[in-house]
């Protein structure tokens, strides 16, 4: 019997976008429900759909995942290793990419707020987010405007919504890092998953 996989996502959520893509990498079927974060009432729509009370949580039959890591590890074993790379110790560091995302940047994310639009870019830039700036370029250079281990995955459907919160704010790298950055933010996947998200 199929599986029904079920993706709760929140409007203007950047990790809804990253579980939204993995998904779509996939290529599984699925159907999404968005919940207009903010607005009235939002808190007890996602008490019942979301243990953590947090987007995005994917629900498959009677499973209920939360977080964009565990749904992309999930999706990663669902759609046989298709999001990640096969090789053990090219695995290890895409997850490494992965977690430094999820937990660090938090200065971008505070001084950058993520848009759908572009924005005026800032007068200047904080020392901090200069540094994780920098650091984003030492991982990007790796990849030069190819997807992160020669084919799309999870690096790149994470990252993605990473390099279009500084294309938003005029913020281009340079050399190596701004060939992935740009081929990242014309991804036609990554486009199709903008658009809808403006209409979630």
Request: with cysteine; proline share 3%.
């Amino acid at each position: 019997m199929a599986q029904h996989y079920q993706l709760i996502v929140g409007r203007d959520s950047t990790w809804s976008l990253r579980a939204y893509l993995c998904m779509q990498l996939a290529e599984l079927e699925f159907s999404s429900n968005a919940i207009a974060l903010g607005e009235a009432g939002y808190q007890q729509q996602l008490a019942k759909l979301s243990p953590s009370r947090l987007v995005p949580v994917l629900h498959v039959d009677d499973l209920v995942i939360h977080d964009s890591l565990a749904i992309s590890e999930y999706i990663n074993e669902q759609a046989l290793g298709e999001l990640y790379p096969v090789q053990i110790d090219l695995r290890a560091q895409a997850r490494s990419y992965l977690a430094e995302l999820h937990a660090g940047f938090t200065a971008i994310r505070q001084g950058l707020p993520f848009q759908l639009e572009k924005q005026a870019q800032p007068a200047s830039l904080s020392a901090e987010i200069n540094t994780e700036i920098a650091r984003l370029s030492e991982i990007w250079q790796q990849f030069d405007g190819c997807f992160a281990f020669n084919k799309a995955g999870a690096v790149d459907a994470f990252y993605a919504v990473m390099a279009l919160r500084l294309a938003n704010y005029g913020i281009e790298l340079e050399g190596a890092a701004g060939r992935y950055q740009q081929h990242l933010t014309s991804w036609p996947l990554f486009q199709r998953a903008i658009n809808l998200a403006k209409q979630w």
